[in-house]
C-alpha cells in the first residue's frame, strides 16, 4: 500500500477501534490510538509473509505487542488484514468471548501471550536469534510503551540484542509521553532514549508516529545488515485522531459514554470521507 491508502486505512481502523471499544465498556483507547498508524503501516507495508489462511507460515515475520493492554489496536488491525471475523471482533468485553484484553494466542494471528510489561522484547530477542540461527530471513517486530520503560528486563534484552548482532529485529517505542499514573517524566524520566539505546549498541531512529508518511520512510530506510538491532522511537500523541482524547492522560484507560462515541466516530468519519474523494 502507498502512503495514501495506508493514511485511509488507518482512519477506518480508528473508526473501528472507537465504535468496539465503546461497546465493550472497556479498553486502553489512549495508547490504542497513539500506535493505532505504526501498526497499520507494519501489517499492510512492512512485515512480510503474513497468510490469514496459514497463521503459522514459517516464512512469516513476527509482531509482538508488548504493551499487551493495547490489544484493541491489534485486534481491528487483525480484523482488516483477514485473521479475525467482524463478528468475533465484536464479542469483545462479552462473557466467553475468545478475545481477551490482553493478546492471547487463541487469536488466529497472535504470536505470544503478552500484558505483563517488560516481557515482549525479551521474546522478541528469542525469536530473532531463533531466526538467525536457522538462517532465515523472517524479521521480528516489538511495540513498547514508553512507560513500560522503567522495566529491567528490557535492558537485559537490549544487551543480548546488541550481543547475538540482532539486525532482524526491530523494537518501536510508542513516545506519547502519557502513562497510567500520569507524565513518564513525572513518573520514571525517560527523556534520554536516545542516549541509553545508543550506548547498548543500537541503531536508534526517531520518527512522527502520527505521520503515515514518516513511518513508511523510516521503516523503509531501516538497515538489516548493519549487525545492529533496530530501536524505533515513535513521536506519537495520546488519543491521536480523536480531539477531546489528545493528550489527555486519563484516556490511557477512559470509557466513551454515548455522546462521546457519536462525536469521536463523526470526527473520524468526516477525515474519511476527505481522504476517499482525494
Not at 515475520?61 to 493495547?70: E, I, T, Y
Not at 463523526?266 to 474523494?277: H, N, Q
Request: a negative charge; glycine letters at 10%; one cysteine or more.
Amino acid at each position: 500500500m502507498n502512503v495514501k491508502e495506508l493514511e485511509l486505512l488507518a482512519e477506518r481502523n480508528r473508526k473501528r477501534l472507537v465504535e468496539v471499544v465503546y461497546a465493550a465498556k472497556a479498553g486502553h483507547i489512549g495508547g490504542d490510538l497513539s500506535c493505532l498508524n505504526v501498526m497499520t503501516a507494519l501489517y499492510f507495508h512492512v512485515m512480510q509473509g503474513l497468510d490469514p489462511a496459514q497463521p503459522k507460515a514459517p516464512e512469516r515475520d513476527r509482531f509482538v505487542l508488548s504493551k499487551g493492554h493495547c490489544v484493541e489496536a491489534l485486534y481491528v488491525t487483525l480484523e482488516a488484514k483477514g485473521y479475525l471475523a467482524s463478528d468475533v471482533l465484536d464479542t469483545l468485553g462479552r462473557f466467553g468471548s475468545v478475545l481477551s484484553g490482553h493478546p492471547t494466542i487463541e487469536v488466529p494471528g497472535i504470536e505470544v501471550n503478552s500484558g505483563a510489561l517488560g516481557h515482549g522484547l525479551p521474546i522478541g530477542v528469542g525469536m530473532a536469534i531463533a531466526a538467525k540461527m536457522d538462517r532465515k530471513a523472517w524479521r521480528t517486530y516489538v511495540m513498547m510503551g514508553d512507560g513500560e520503560q522503567g522495566e529491567g528486563s528490557i535492558y537485559e534484552a537490549a544487551m543480548a540484542g546488541h550481543k547475538y548482532e540482532l539486525d532482524n529485529l526491530v523494537a518501536i517505542i510508542d513516545r506519547n509521553h502519557l502513562q497510567i499514573s500520569g507524565n513518564t517524566e513525572d513518573v520514571m524520566p525517560i527523556d534520554n532514549i536516545r542516549e541509553r539505546w545508543g550506548a547498548f549498541g543500537w541503531d536508534v531512529i526517531e520518527m512522527n508516529g502520527d505521520s503515515m508518511e514518516d513511518i513508511v520512510r523510516t521503516f523503509d530506510a531501516i538497515d538489516y545488515g548493519n549487525k545492529k538491532p533496530h530501536l524505533l522511537v515513535s513521536n506519537t500523541t495520546k488519543g491521536r485522531g480523536v480531539s477531546f482524547m489528545e493528550g489527555i492522560a486519563k484516556w490511557h484507560h477512559g470509557v466513551l459514554n454515548a455522546e462521546q462515541c457519536q462525536a469521536a466516530v463523526r470526527e473520524i468519519s468526516d477525515r474519511i470521507a476527505a481522504l476517499e474523494s482525494e
